[in-house]
């Protein structure tokens, strides 16, 4: 009888191991798929972020246009520098950016570079000097409205799936 009894609770704790193996392997493949969805929150929220910056990157460049078209000289030469290091700063902080994204941000902080110091130079614009400036300002907007429409048709293409 005793031998009996061990034969049954042999292949009752085999069972109650093949049990335990098989609620592991299905716990491990859970938490692969928490990982998966975690990793995935974690590139949607910091593109999101991108995105806001980007917008915000956009509002101070048209912000430096109007002070310039305003002749306001010393706000403009402070709000080109600002926008060139937060240009800099974009660029240094999102590794996820394309190259031609990282190389239309470097052309928008030279000319934000150059109406700083061109700002900073001067008291009062002449007309010609006003044309050129705003020129130089309206290419950071176009680069930085473009690349911003950019990620934003991107994070919504990736919502529609």
């Known amino acids: 009888m005793l031998a009996r009894v061990a034969d049954w609770s042999s292949v009752a704790g085999a069972f109650l191991g093949a049990v335990g193996l098989m609620f592991s392997i299905l716990a491990f493949m859970a938490a692969k798929g928490a990982r998966r969805s975690a990793e995935e929150a974690r590139?949607?929220?910091?593109?999101?972020?991108?995105?806001?910056?980007?917008?915000?990157?956009?509002?101070?460049?048209?912000?430096?246009?109007?002070?310039?078209?305003?002749?306001?000289?010393?706000?403009?030469?402070?709000?080109?520098?600002?926008?060139?290091?937060?240009?800099?700063?974009?660029?240094?902080?999102?590794?996820?950016?394309?190259?031609?994204?990282?190389?239309?941000?470097?052309?928008?902080?030279?000319?934000?570079?150059?109406v700083g110091e061109f700002m900073h130079s001067k008291n009062e614009l002449e007309a010609k000097d006003r044309v050129k400036v705003l020129k130089k300002c309206d290419a950071i907007l176009a680069i930085l409205s473009g690349e911003s429409g950019k990620m934003q048709s991107g994070l919504e293409s990736k919502g529609d799936l």
Do not use: G, P
């Open 43 to 114: 590139r949607d929220v910091r593109n999101l972020v991108a995105a806001d910056r980007f917008h915000h990157l956009n509002s101070s460049a048209s912000e430096l246009f109007s002070h310039i078209e305003h002749e306001n000289l010393a706000v403009a030469s402070f709000l080109a520098r600002d926008l060139r290091f937060e240009i800099n700063a974009a660029i240094t902080r999102w590794e996820f950016l394309d190259v031609d994204t990282k190389e239309h941000f470097r052309e928008a902080s030279r000319l934000a570079q150059q």
